[in-house]
């Protein structure tokens, strides 16, 4: 998904039951694992200048 200046955000369904940490964690994990198998196309960082 597209949305302005952010970026692209990807959307995964989550199982309900968990927590909010669970889900945090695992979000945070997800973009760092992306970020690293394909340095050149994503970030796991939010600043403007690094994305």
Do not use: C, Y
């Not at 995964?12 to 970020?35: E, I, Y």
Request: aromatic fraction near 8%; avoid cysteine.
């Amino acid at each position: 998904m597209l949305s302005g200046n952010k970026g692209v955000h990807v959307i995964v369904p989550l199982t309900p039951g968990h927590n909010w940490d669970t889900h945090k964690d695992f979000a945070s994990r997800f973009a760092q694992a992306l970020s690293a198998a394909e340095p050149d196309r994503f970030t796991a960082t939010m600043s403007e200048a690094k994305r």
